[in-house]
């Protein structure tokens, strides 16, 4: 079994790859195995709605970075979906991977690609929006018919400069009960 995780954060290793990291531990002690997918070093394009894609599995603009992820999405038993608050949403490129995402599986309804698949989402936030962020990223899995992870409270932990989320024990504690739930999860649908 296999989990990626897709970091929306500008900063490779800021408090939104702090949270991965607790979740990652979880998963690697149950055996999983985990890639992170920082999207601070990617380019991705925001979707043309060509709708070009339609019976093609993937985007047909291979000019960025979007291809590669979403082959790796397409393969991974579970998807972490993380990004910090940045204007009241989740980051820009986040937003751009899971627009075009959404174009490609939408064109190609009956290959459900990513079906029965298990996602997490979580957000980091200086002091509001992470609902908002946590909401979107649901919205994509629910849409694609996928089991979505929860914890032992809302996927979201507080902190702005780098390392301030691990001040929040709680937002830490949840990490790690979603970590422990996402194995649970792929251990019984696998």
């Known amino acids: 079994m296999k989990v990626i995780a897709i970091n929306g954060s500008s900063r490779l290793n800021g408090n939104t790859m702090i949270l991965i990291n607790e979740i990652f531990k979880q998963l690697n002690q149950a055996g999983i195995e985990t890639e992170l997918i920082p999207l601070a070093n990617k380019k991705i394009n925001p979707c043309r709605a060509c709708f070009n894609c339609h019976q093609k599995p993937n985007c047909i603009f291979d000019n960025d ?52 698949k298990a996602g997490c989402a979580i957000s980091v936030a200086f002091r509001s929006g992470a609902l908002n962020v946590v909401d979107n990223i649901n919205h994509f899995f629910l849409l694609q018919e996928m089991f979505i992870v929860g914890g032992s409270y809302f996927p979201i932990a507080y902190g702005q400069l780098p390392g301030e989320v691990t001040q929040d024990k709680q937002g830490l504690a949840t990490m790690q009960s979603l970590g422990t739930n996402l194995a649970d999860l792929l251990q019984a649908l696998n």
């Open 65 to 116: 970075d979007f291809n590669e992820i979403f082959d790796k999405m397409k393969t991974a038993d579970g998807i972490i979906l993380a990004s910090p608050v940045y204007t009241g949403n989740m980051s820009a490129a986040l937003q751009a991977l899971l627009e075009r995402a959404s174009v490609v599986l939408d064109m190609n309804r009956k290959l459900c690609l990513f079906k029965h």
